[in-house]
């Protein structure tokens, strides 16, 4: 597995020398295998949360939340656990477990 090197400056992300082009400034990335996971500010969008590949290519978008209606369901926090679990928080009180090869959400859990 190659190391992927990226860095995240006032908002805007590189990958492996690798400008990327997102629709939203980044607010936070991680590093899982080999993707990055990058947040994005969620002030105009509900899928805000985007997995990078290698060269900084967009290898998944996450998918829109099935609950809720059309109310807005944007991500607000994006965490990988101590355990290596991929963990997306949205501002309706879900937790999503992720799945990093696919972003399919693998579990979901009401927290408010």
Same mark, same amino acid.
């Given at each position: 597995?190659?190391?992927? @090197?990226?860095?995240? @400056?006032?908002?805007?992300?590189?990958?492996?020398?690798?400008?990327?082009?997102?629709?939203?400034?980044?607010?936070?990335?991680?590093?899982?295998?080999?993707?990055?996971?990058?947040?994005?500010?969620?002030?105009?969008?509900?899928?805000?949360?985007?997995?990078?590949?290698? @060269?900084?290519?967009?290898?998944?978008?996450?998918?829109?939340?099935?609950?809720?209606?059309?109310?807005?369901?944007?991500?607000t926090e994006l965490a990988? $656990?101590? $355990?290596?679990?991929v963990q997306a928080f949205?501002?309706?009180?879900?937790?999503? @477990?992720?799945d990093p090869t696919t972003?399919? $959400?693998?579990?979901?859990?009401?927290?408010?």
């Amino acid at each position: 597995m190659k190391k992927i @090197e990226w860095s995240l @400056e006032q908002g805007k992300m590189q990958v492996n020398g690798n400008h990327v082009s997102l629709p939203n400034i980044v607010i936070k990335a991680v590093e899982i295998n080999d993707l990055v996971l990058v947040l994005l500010d969620h002030s105009s969008m509900d899928r805000n949360i985007f997995a990078l590949n290698q @060269e900084g290519k967009i290898a998944w978008q996450i998918e829109a939340p099935s609950y809720g209606g059309n109310e807005p369901k944007p991500f607000t926090e994006l965490a990988i $656990t101590s $355990t290596g679990k991929v963990q997306a928080f949205n501002w309706n009180g879900f937790l999503h @477990e992720l799945d990093p090869t696919t972003g399919k $959400t693998v579990s979901l859990k009401f927290t408010k």
